[in-house]
């Protein structure tokens, strides 16, 4: 096919990647920058296949099986199990990356300097994408600890083993003949990819998804170089771009600096406050029943959700509550902080998935502007994103990091089932402040019952 139509696909192609993202801005178009996103892909692979002549018996191979693997997942994941999903791709993004580099570079005749520094760039970040991606799976599927983990002097034996990466690029650059350099790059950035992840605590993962995904495209962008292959590096270049913003805004949410995230640690200090100093007698347990009572006289509500309550599969039966209390004049709202669950956006999608209206969704700042005048704040499963010691406790390890305030609500209610810490590993004071009740028990059950609850109380 001649080289003028391939640019023109290549060229519309990226316009829609655009366009695409474009749609993921908003909740309400969403879908459809999904679907335009799609087509462009489409467009980019069917004009590949037509410029580059490949075989295609091999091709609808891969589509079968890839698409028949895509379909299982999609049909079996849950929705809790989304974020370990996104590891998952990201790191057989980065694996791929390097695969079809390390292919393209050896088959190439004489590789040139550009294709050369590509290749090296596309096997250290992919292979690093790849093992950071799988430790972040395993952690988040609870495969392994989520708590900080490595060794003494980590920070410089990774960098020893960036510098060591970097050095058998520039050998590469210098003799491309050398093969066998380019694996030794992949095996080493393998190993990077897991010492720089497992010092990661669990509370950053969200954050480390993001970033990883960012690896991906850059990954994919540099393979695009080795290739020369335009729409390659402009899609690789906008999700690579994309996820570093997408970094910056989860660490701001969480008062943290990149740095802190890769190479700091979130978790308990020793002389931090025990739960006993926190809670110390003064927690309030309530019932469904006296949280119904509660709910009969409240003009105001708002839901603030948090991944206990995806792990209970909960969104449809907060929806039930919110149309009964809807039913009777009640405003209902919920409040989202940006890094509530365990990835971006978990908790716009999980109650999207119970058609609640967008309308309804109040971004922390604004859920913040408006907490006064809320009757009662039904907290499900959320706990480190309503600490108060974020505010108050400069000496915390969640110092300074925005909350959504919920102690300011006339009454608050938690449904949780202890009060066991969250990802952060501290006390949460709000458990035990005046106007607090804490509703013990499984976010469903405990819904259910407060639905019951509120029907016979009518």
């Not at 079968?64 to 299982?72: R, S």
């Not at 010691?389 to 609500?409: C, E, F, N």
């Amino acid at each position: 096919m001649d080289d003028a139509w391939i640019n023109l696909a290549y060229l519309v192609a990226s316009v829609l990647f655009v366009y695409g993202i474009k749609g993921l801005t908003h909740p309400r178009t969403a879908v459809r920058g999904n679907l335009i996103s799609a087509v462009g892909m489409l467009i980019a692979v069917v004009a590949t296949l037509l410029a580059e002549g490949l075989a295609y018996q091999w091709i609808l191979l891969g589509i079968v099986v890839g698409g028949a693997i895509g379909a299982v997942a999609a049909a079996r994941v849950q929705m809790t199990q989304m974020p370990e999903m996104v590891a998952l791709f990201n790191g057989f993004g980065g694996l791929a990356s390097v695969l079809v580099a390390g292919v393209a570079f050896m088959g190439a005749a004489v590789p040139g300097v550009q294709m050369t520094v590509a290749t090296g760039l596309s096997g250290l970040i992919g292979a690093v994408t790849f093992t950071g991606s799988m430790i972040a799976f395993l952690k988040l599927a609870e495969m392994m600890s989520g708590k900080p983990l490595g060794f003494a002097g980590i920070k410089l034996f990774n960098a020893v083993l960036l510098v060591l990466a970097l050095a058998c690029t520039a050998w590469l650059v210098v003799d491309p003949s050398a093969l066998v350099v380019y694996w030794v790059i992949v095996a080493i950035a393998l190993v990077l990819g897991v010492t720089l992840t497992i010092p990661i605590g669990g509370a950053d993962m969200p954050v480390v998804i993001a970033l990883l995904n960012s690896y991906s495209g850059l990954a994919a962008a540099a393979t695009g170089f080795v290739l020369m292959n335009n729409v390659l590096i402009i899609a690789g270049s906008l999700v690579g771009a994309s996820g570093i913003i997408l970094t910056q805004v989860m660490c701001k949410a969480m008062n943290r600096s990149l740095t802190d995230v890769l190479f700091g640690t979130f978790g308990p200090s020793a002389d931090g406050p025990s739960a006993d100093d926190v809670y110390g007698g003064r927690v309030k347990s309530t019932s469904p029943d006296e949280v119904a009572m509660l709910l009969d006289t409240a003009q105001r509500v708002l839901v603030v959700p948090g991944y206990g309550l995806a792990v209970a599969q909960a969104q449809h039966t907060v929806r039930e509550l919110a149309n009964l209390l809807e039913t009777r004049g009640v405003i209902v709202e919920y409040g989202v902080h940006p890094v509530a669950g365990r990835m971006p956006g978990h908790m716009n999608v999980l109650l999207a998935e119970a058609d609640v209206p967008y309308e309804q969704l109040k971004e922390m700042d604004e859920a913040n502007s408006e907490m006064g005048e809320v009757d009662v704040c039904l907290v499900i499963g959320a706990n480190d994103v309503v600490n108060p010691s974020a505010l108050t406790d400069p000496k915390s390890p969640i110092a300074g990091m925005p909350i959504i305030d919920v102690s300011r609500a006339r009454t608050v209610v938690v449904i949780k089932r202890s009060l066991s810490p969250g990802f952060a590993g501290i006390p949460n004071p709000l458990f035990a402040a005046d106007n607090c009740l804490m509703m013990f028990g499984d976010g469903k059950k405990a819904l259910v019952e407060l639905v019951s609850a509120l029907k016979e109380a009518s």
